[in-house]
């Protein structure tokens, strides 16, 4: 079993910043992607980032530019940098990390972007 805790999220005004982490522990095998993903309300969740045990990273349009995602594979941790925040950048963003064609996810963390 693999356990994901994420941490960071908030409540933070248009154009601010906010890191995400999540931490992973449990049966992690050496090669792993981590990535995350997002869900307002009334909408489906969608990718935001991911990134691979070499570090190869991909990221939705929406977000390129303004979130850089990272990991330290000595914590298996993942960090998601998220700035030049929007209000459309509201939503419970989850952590996942997918190895051996399973999937795993976090409880979520909810960030709100207003005025």
């Known amino acids: 079993q693999v356990q994901l805790v994420e941490s960071g999220g908030g409540l933070v005004q248009p154009g601010g910043s906010l890191r995400l982490s999540c931490a992973a522990s449990?049966?992690?095998?050496?090669?792993?992607?981590m990535g995350w993903y997002r869900q307002a309300p009334g909408k489906q969740r969608e990718l935001v980032a991911t990134?691979?045990?070499?570090?190869?990273?991909n990221y939705a349009d929406s977000v390129k530019g303004r979130f850089f995602i990272s990991r330290d594979n000595a914590k298996n941790t993942a960090y998601l940098q998220m700035n030049s925040l929007k209000p459309e950048d509201t939503a419970v963003y989850y952590c996942?990390?997918?190895?051996?064609?399973?999937?795993?996810w976090g409880q979520g963390t909810q960030v709100t972007v207003s005025s």
């Open positions: 996942n990390l997918g190895q051996r064609g399973l999937n795993y």
């Open positions: 449990g049966s992690i095998f050496r090669f792993f992607v």
């Open positions: 990134i691979t045990s070499v570090s190869s990273t």
